[in-house]
């Protein structure tokens, strides 16, 4: 069985989708016209999607964090120092991390809704970068 779709609750479907665009390089995918709300559909590759999704007065959880909820992603630990600059310059927070690994990671909580994300070496996946 395999991973297809994530789906993140905002009330700022925008700005959250463009966070995301802008530092992660996530482009976006069509949604279908059935789609009842407003709704971003951004291709994470590998056939893997993250929709981005409008809930009327949400409110992100506030066990956002390492050992709590959040969402790990793999990205080529060479270009981490970029990553950085771009998601600060975007207005995230980075985050280190509470427990010590053999191999490279960073958190950042981002800053529409204070979702946190973890940010793994891509080495870690077993996938080449493309």
Same mark, same amino acid.
């Given at each position: 069985?395999?991973?297809?779709?994530?789906?993140?609750?905002?009330?700022?479907?925008?700005k959250?989708?463009s966070?995301?665009e802008?530092?992660?390089g #996530? *482009? =976006? !995918?069509?949604?279908?016209?059935n789609?009842?709300?407003e709704?971003?559909?951004?291709?994470? $590759?590998? $056939?893997?999607?993250?929709h981005?999704? #409008? %809930? !009327?007065?949400? @409110?992100v959880? &506030?066990? @956002?964090?390492?050992?709590?909820?959040? %969402?790990?992603?793999?990205y &080529?630990s060479?270009?981490? !120092?970029d990553?950085?600059?771009?998601?600060?310059?975007? $207005?995230a %927070?980075?985050?280190?991390?509470?427990?010590?690994t &053999?191999? !490279?990671r960073?958190?950042? =909580?981002? *800053? %529409?809704?204070g979702?946190?994300f @973890?940010?793994?070496d891509q080495a870690r996946?077993?996938?080449? @970068?493309?």
């Amino acid at each position: 069985m395999g991973f297809a779709h994530l789906t993140l609750a905002t009330r700022e479907v925008e700005k959250t989708a463009s966070f995301l665009e802008q530092t992660l390089g #996530y *482009p =976006r !995918d069509p949604v279908p016209e059935n789609v009842p709300c407003e709704s971003v559909w951004l291709n994470l $590759g590998g $056939g893997h999607q993250l929709h981005i999704t #409008y %809930v !009327d007065e949400f @409110e992100v959880s &506030p066990f @956002e964090r390492e050992f709590g909820r959040h %969402v790990a992603i793999y990205y &080529p630990s060479q270009r981490f !120092d970029d990553l950085k600059e771009r998601l600060v310059q975007y $207005g995230a %927070v980075l985050i280190e991390p509470e427990r010590t690994t &053999p191999f !490279d990671r960073f958190f950042f =909580r981002e *800053p %529409v809704n204070g979702y946190v994300f @973890e940010v793994i070496d891509q080495a870690r996946s077993g996938i080449l @970068e493309t």
